[in-house]
């Protein structure tokens, strides 16, 4: 078992920055790829970022490309989401997610074994 734990959201004005934070006990955390997902009120949870269990590979999805940036330290258990100039848009519960490496597919949350409960990002206009 890997258990996952968010912190960092908030309330931030359009243009600010957050730094999402998912701290993972239980399992060798070096062993999974992480991800992070979010879902806003009445949508489907969508993918947004995730990187391979060394950090080198990194995945993002169009709607935050060059905004945020997802990143890992193994020796801390923690996987990281710098998010920069947010829009109203960007409003949701954003969610951390581990899988085992090299299975499944990055963007599918079907392919994700463990999950945080999630933390709420709301960006005012």
């Known amino acids: 078992q890997v258990q996952l734990v968010e912190s960092g959201g908030g309330l931030v004005q359009a243009g600010g920055s957050l730094r999402l934070s998912c701290a993972a006990s239980?399992?060798?955390?070096?062993?999974?790829?992480m991800g992070w997902f979010r879902q806003a009120p009445g949508k489907e949870r969508e993918f947004v970022t995730a990187?391979?269990?060394?950090?080198?590979?990194?995945y993002y999805s169009d709607s935050v490309k060059g905004r945020f940036t997802i990143s890992r330290d193994n020796a801390k258990n923690t996987v990281y989401l710098q998010m920069n100039s947010l829009k109203p848009e960007d409003t949701a519960v954003y969610y951390c997610?581990?899988?085992?490496?090299?299975?499944?597919?990055?963007?599918?949350?079907?392919?994700?074994?463990?999950w945080g409960q999630g933390t709420q990002v709301t960006v005012g206009s």
């Open positions: 997610a581990a899988r085992t490496d090299s299975v499944g597919y990055y963007y599918k949350s079907s392919s994700y074994d463990y």
């Open positions: 239980g399992r060798t955390f070096s062993n999974y790829a």
């Open positions: 990187t391979r269990w060394s950090g080198g590979s990194t």
